[in-house]
């Protein structure tokens, strides 16, 4: 009944994916390390203030991300050789909390290989799906079969980042710092605002999407307390802040901005 | 700037109803402070959320094209194994109606796969590929069509191409009545058949079909047996029982150890059909042991003695 041949084809074809995933899952392995190594670095943000971001904290942040980079271009040189969606659920979480990390970074000031144009480091600045590309040296959202990164995985590592920051929020208050608090306050309402224009169907992406709500609350819980009690920055910091976060919206390269809700964010 | 904010606004409005309410907050907190601006609701991020928003609502929708038709592929394929099921024997010529309904259900099925294949080239093959779960249904009938006709399993090269011509038919087919729909019988399309785009099922379709494929068997060698009396093969009406020709007992023997020589997989889908592939099998083996011992108790054909009504008694 069965030609000798079809077995022999079909078994040779399974061995084959079985080798290719061995060595996908070794490269997802070093990944892994170097993720869980990056935001363990990053997570130092919580306990350092923010004068002290260029000197103690983004060096060693820009070294991770360095390795992170290294080993998600030999994860692509590999999964290149074969079709992407064959392969890409092994990766691709690990991939989005790699980029989860390169835009924290960013976000603090980091990713020095970015900032060529300005030797300033910036906090604020939110990489775009493009930059995330260049940074990792992959090619984003392309159309003929090869490594990439997804738009799915960009959108799920904003998610995080709205979680991230929301932390942050609570955390700059503590070590003194209201008006980061309120900057986050104002960057994570802007990205909530901007996911809402999105038209999810219901699976993975919308259940991310959908926890986004929580750290606006969160971070609107906190300017609350610190409007209750006075502590928000005066006017001439805010002023100051409008200005920096004007340069950091155009460097983002996001077009037709309009003004800013400053007023919501400041009763 | 503050037409071009308001116009923008009005686009967005329309595109996404939940705007709106936003829109009415704002208007409502601005209005005591004297404003000249429209308030909007637009930030730094708006337009690459838009970009983001377009990207993913095509996405979806090419999605949504897909399943549609995945789901009548996978409803006419399963017309088409009823249609087999009706088969009682194993031949390469299929009865008159039998065949006529599954010719014409493989051309309904050209034409949706004609429909989707120019959205299912390249890197769409993959990211689609699991939605396009007709095609596992697809590649079990056609594999019970080849073995009722030759008791042989079909290759995946050939089902690869039989899917391939099933997709240029259909095109060629759905271009037709195209043309006929806008009346334009002069518009001399050139029927290129080496560039029409085509679907061509992967390893793991054909295996899913294979492994549906041993359901079917199953059920055609109970209903064999249940109507004739003996197990399935191609061999003659008349052949017997004594080892020669090939029967449905020994194919999905075959079968089993087939899968159980490859590879193993640890998904969840091969584990459950590899159960039922087994449940099947033993299903079988039973048939052919019950035929083989409560057959040989009586010679074939033979009736019990009906004494006629107007006869005296025999001697």
Known sequence: ?267 | MAPEGKRRWQADSNGAAGDAPDHKKMARRTGPPPTAAAPTVRNAYTAMFEGFRDHLDAHHDRRERIVKASRDITALSKKIIFALQRVRRIHPELPRDVDSEVTRRLGEIGRLLAGIAPEMQGINRGRYGRVLFGMEELLEALTFLHYLRHQVLLSPDEAAEQVAALCVEGRATKDTKDTKDTGDTGDGESQNDEDAPRIVPDDNDFLMGVFDLSGEMMRFATTSAALRGELASDGGDGADQSGQGRTIVGDMQELDSFFRMLPQRHDKSWKIKTQTLQTSVQKVERLGYDLRVRGSERPKGWMPDVPEAGEAGTP
């Open chain 1, 1 to 267: 009944m069965i030609n000798p041949r079809v077995f022999e084809s079909l078994k040779a074809k399974a061995e084959q994916d079985l080798a290719v995933r061995a060595q996908l899952d070794a490269l997802i392995e070093d990944l892994e390390r170097n993720v869980a190594y990056a935001q363990g670095v990053l997570s130092r943000v919580h306990s350092t203030p923010r004068a002290r971001y260029p000197a103690a904290l983004l060096p060693a942040v820009d070294a991770a991300v360095a390795d992170e980079v290294a080993t998600v271009r030999a994860l692509g040189d590999v999964a290149s050789a074969h079709p992407y969606y064959k392969f890409n659920q092994r990766w691709t979480r690990h991939l989005q909390d790699a980029i989860f990390t390169v835009l924290l970074a960013a976000w603090l000031g980091g990713v020095a290989a970015l900032d060529n144009e300005s030797t300033k480091p910036a906090v604020g600045r939110l990489l775009t799906l493009e930059e995330v590309g260049a940074v990792f040296g992959v090619p984003v959202e392309i159309d003929h079969d090869a490594f990439h990164i997804a738009l799915e995985e960009y959108l799920s590592a904003l998610t995080a980042l709205t979680d991230e920051l929301g932390r942050l929020a609570m955390n700059a208050v503590t070590l003194g710092d209201g008006e980061l608090a309120v900057r986050i306050s104002r960057f994570v309402k802007d990205l909530h605002a901007g996911f809402q224009l999105l038209n999810l169907k219901n699976d993975f992406l919308r259940k991310k999407v959908d926890g986004v709500k929580y750290a606006v609350k969160k971070v609107e819980g906190v300017i609350y307390d610190l409007a209750l009690r006075g502590l928000l920055p005066a006017a001439d910091t805010a002023a100051e802040t409008k200005d920096e976060e004007s340069a950091s919206k155009s460097a983002a390269a996001a077009s037709d901005a309009g003004p800013a809700d400053s007023k919501m964010s400041e009763p």
